[in-house]
C-alpha cells in the first residue's frame, strides 16, 4: 500500500480529490483515539492468536509492533498524515512499516465500522471516569468549605429576592447534593460505555472464528449481543454528553451565585486574585471570569449534546460516514468540563466570606416567616397568620424599622399571640436554629448532613480506588 492509497483503495481507478479528502479525513482530530486503537488492536491480534485464525508466532508479532507504535506515540514520536485518513490507517501504516506484511493480517475478522465504535467505547469509559474523579475533588471541596464556615447566616432566596435566613453550609451542600446525582450519571455513563463491538464486524459479523468474548475480557469489558446494533449504537456517547450537559448547568447555577455574592452589590465573598482577571481600562476591577466562564460554558456543552442527538436522529441501522461527526463534540464536552472542575476545588477553598454583611442580609423581612410559623404553632390557621404577619410587615414599612426593631406593642398589635414570641427568634441565627425538619438549615440538621457527605465521599473514593 503506498503513501496515497487507502484501505478500500482497491475498488476505485483513480485516487480521491484532495478537497474530498480534506473533507472526508477524520485523523486531524481522531488522533486522541490512538491509544485506544492500539489498546483494541492488541486484544484483538492476541484473539487472533488464541482462536487459530494467524498463527501465535504472527499475533505475538502484531502485538509486539502494536506495543512498539504505542511506544513512538507515547514518546510522541509518531508521524501522521492527511493521507492516512483516519487513526486506524494510520496505525496499521506504520505497523506495517515496523513488522512488515504480516502487518496485513491485523484486520482479518474486523471492520473499520466495529474497530472505530471500540475506540469511542474505550475513550468515553475513560473520561468518565476522569470526570468522576474531578468531581469527587470538588465534593470534596464543598464539604471542607461547608465545615470550616458552618456558623454562618446568609440569606436564601427566590425569585432572586430574600426568602428565609439559611446556613452557607446547608447552601453549600445543596450544590453537594446536585453534584451527587451528576456523580451517579457518569457512573451510568461509564456502565454504558464499557461494551465491546469488537467482533461485530462491519455489521453482520464474520464468518472468521472469533471470539467476542475473548476481546472483551481482554478490554476489562462486557461482549455486545448483536453485531448490527453493536456498530450502530452511540447511545453510550449520548449518555456522556447528557450527564457533561447537566453538569454543566449545575456549575452554571453555582457560577452565577458566585458572580452575584462577589459583586459590590451582594459583597458576601470575595474570590482569591489567583481566579480572578481585571480590566484593561479600570484598575479597580476585579472579575469573577472563572465563574463567568462555568456559566458561559453550559450553553456550549448543551450544543454538544444537541449536535450529536442531531446527528443520530436520522440515520438507519448501520455505520454512516455521518458518525464520524460524533467525536468532536464528545472530545469538546470531555474536555470543557475537565478544565471547569480542574479550578474549581482550589477556587472554592481560598475564597473569604464576609459573614457580618451576609448575616445583616438575612435579617430584616426575611424573618417574616419565622412569625408566621410562631403563630400556626399556636394554633392560629396558616392563612390567619400570613395575612396578620403581612400587615405586620406593612406596618413596619410605614414606621422604616425591621422585624429585629419592631417594638413589643406592635407585635401584640400584629396578633395577641406574637406577644409570647421569644426575641432571639427575630434574628438570622434564631431563624435557622429554630428548624427542626430533617433536612433543613438548622445547625443540627448540617452537621447530620455534613457527616453524611464525609461517609458518601470516603466509601465512594475507597470503591473508586479499589
Same mark, same amino acid.
Given at each position: 500500500?503506498?503513501?496515497?492509497?487507502?484501505?478500500?483503495?482497491? !475498488?476505485? #481507478?483513480?485516487?480521491?480529490?484532495?478537497?474530498?479528502?480534506?473533507?472526508?479525513?477524520? =485523523?486531524?482530530?481522531?488522533?486522541?483515539?490512538?491509544?485506544?486503537? =492500539?489498546?483494541?488492536?492488541?486484544?484483538?491480534?492476541?484473539?487472533?492468536?488464541?482462536?487459530? =485464525?494467524?498463527?501465535?508466532?504472527?499475533?505475538?508479532?502484531? %502485538?509486539?509492533?502494536?506495543?512498539?507504535?504505542?511506544?513512538e506515540l507515547e514518546a510522541k514520536g509518531f508521524s501522521w498524515t492527511l493521507a492516512d485518513e483516519d487513526v486506524h490507517t494510520a496505525v496499521e501504516r506504520r505497523l506495517r512499516e515496523l513488522i512488515g506484511d504480516v502487518a496485513l493480517k491485523l484486520h482479518t475478522g474486523r471492520s473499520r465500522n466495529d474497530q472505530v465504535a471500540l475506540d469511542l467505547h474505550l475513550f468515553a469509559r475513560d473520561a468518565a471516569e476522569e470526570i468522576r474523579d474531578g468531581l469527587l475533588a470538588a465534593m470534596r471541596a464543598l464539604v471542607e468549605v461547608a465545615e470550616a464556615h458552618r456558623d454562618l447566616v446568609l440569606p436564601g432566596?427566590?425569585?432572586? *429576592?430574600?426568602? *428565609?435566613?439559611?446556613?452557607?453550609?446547608? &447552601?453549600?451542600?445543596? &450544590?453537594?447534593?446536585?453534584?451527587?446525582?451528576?456523580?451517579?450519571?457518569?457512573?451510568?455513563?461509564?456502565?454504558?460505555?464499557?461494551?465491546?463491538?469488537?467482533?461485530?464486524?462491519?455489521? $453482520? #459479523?464474520?464468518?472468521?472464528?472469533? @471470539?467476542?468474548?475473548?476481546?472483551?475480557?481482554?478490554?476489562?469489558?462486557?461482549?455486545?449481543?448483536?453485531?448490527?446494533?453493536?456498530?450502530? @449504537? !452511540? @447511545?453510550?456517547?449520548?449518555?456522556?454528553?447528557?450527564?457533561?450537559?447537566?453538569?454543566?448547568? &449545575?456549575?452554571?447555577?453555582?457560577?452565577?451565585?458566585?458572580?452575584?455574592?462577589?459583586?459590590?452589590?451582594?459583597?458576601?465573598? /470575595?474570590?482569591?486574585?489567583?481566579?480572578?482577571?481585571g480590566s484593561s481600562i479600570m484598575p479597580q476591577k476585579k472579575n469573577p471570569d472563572a465563574y463567568e466562564l462555568m456559566r458561559g460554558k453550559a450553553g456550549r456543552l448543551i450544543g454538544d449534546l444537541n449536535a450529536l442527538l442531531i446527528t443520530l436522529k436520522g440515520l438507519p441501522s448501520g455505520y454512516s460516514k455521518d458518525l464520524q461527526e460524533?467525536?468532536?463534540?464528545?472530545?469538546?464536552?470531555?474536555?470543557?468540563?475537565?478544565?471547569?472542575?480542574? %479550578?474549581?476545588?482550589?477556587?472554592?477553598?481560598?475564597?473569604r466570606f464576609?459573614?457580618? +454583611?451576609?448575616?445583616?442580609?438575612?435579617? $430584616?423581612?426575611?424573618?417574616?416567616?419565622?412569625?408566621? @410559623?410562631?403563630?400556626?404553632?399556636? #394554633? %392560629?390557621?396558616?392563612?390567619?397568620? &400570613?395575612?396578620?404577619?403581612? +400587615?405586620? /410587615?406593612?406596618?413596619?414599612?410605614?414606621? #422604616?424599622?425591621?422585624?429585629?426593631?419592631?417594638?413589643?406593642?406592635?407585635l401584640a398589635a400584629a396578633h395577641p399571640a406574637l406577644a409570647e414570641l421569644p426575641r432571639e427568634r427575630l434574628t438570622p441565627e434564631g431563624s435557622v436554629t429554630n428548624k427542626r425538619s430533617d433536612g433543613s438549615t438548622s445547625p443540627a440538621s448540617v452537621a447530620a448532613q455534613l457527616r453524611r457527605a464525609h461517609e458518601f465521599l470516603d466509601r465512594t473514593e475507597r470503591r473508586t480506588e479499589g
Open positions: 500500500m503506498t503513501e496515497r492509497e487507502h484501505l478500500w483503495s482497491g !475498488r476505485f #481507478g483513480s485516487s480521491p480529490a484532495e478537497a474530498f479528502e480534506r473533507l472526508n479525513a477524520s =485523523i486531524p482530530f481522531d488522533v486522541r483515539l490512538a491509544p485506544y486503537d =492500539i489498546r483494541g488492536s492488541m486484544a484483538h491480534a492476541r484473539m487472533l492468536g488464541e482462536t487459530g =485464525i494467524v498463527t501465535p508466532e504472527e499475533s505475538r508479532e502484531l %502485538v509486539r509492533g502494536l506495543e512498539a507504535v504505542l511506544a432566596y427566590t425569585h432572586l *429576592q430574600r426568602a *428565609q435566613p439559611i446556613l452557607l453550609s446547608h &447552601h453549600l451542600l445543596a &450544590h453537594f447534593e446536585a453534584y451527587r446525582r451528576d456523580l451517579r450519571r457518569f457512573e451510568a455513563a461509564r456502565s454504558a460505555a464499557n461494551v465491546s463491538p469488537l467482533g461485530a464486524a462491519a455489521l $453482520g #459479523g464474520t464468518p472468521h472464528p472469533v @471470539d467476542p468474548a475473548f476481546t472483551a475480557a481482554d478490554l476489562e469489558m462486557e461482549p455486545f449481543a448483536n453485531s448490527l446494533d453493536a456498530v450502530s @449504537d !452511540r @447511545d453510550f456517547a449520548l449518555d456522556l454528553l447528557y450527564a457533561c450537559s447537566v453538569l454543566g448547568i &449545575h456549575l452554571s447555577r453555582m457560577g452565577e451565585e458566585w458572580v452575584l455574592w462577589t459583586s459590590s452589590e451582594f459583597g458576601f465573598a /470575595v474570590l482569591d486574585d489567583a481566579y480572578s482577571s460524533d467525536k468532536e463534540p464528545l472530545f469538546d464536552a470531555v474536555d470543557t468540563v475537565l478544565a471547569m472542575l480542574a %479550578v474549581l476545588p482550589e477556587m472554592l477553598r481560598t475564597a464576609d459573614g457580618r +454583611r451576609m448575616a445583616d442580609a438575612a435579617g $430584616g423581612f426575611a424573618l417574616a416567616t419565622e412569625l408566621a @410559623d410562631f403563630l400556626a404553632m399556636r #394554633g %392560629v390557621p396558616f392563612r390567619e397568620a &400570613h395575612h396578620a404577619v403581612g +400587615r405586620l /410587615v406593612r406596618r413596619c414599612e410605614k414606621l #422604616g424599622i425591621s422585624l429585629e426593631e419592631v417594638p413589643d406593642e406592635e
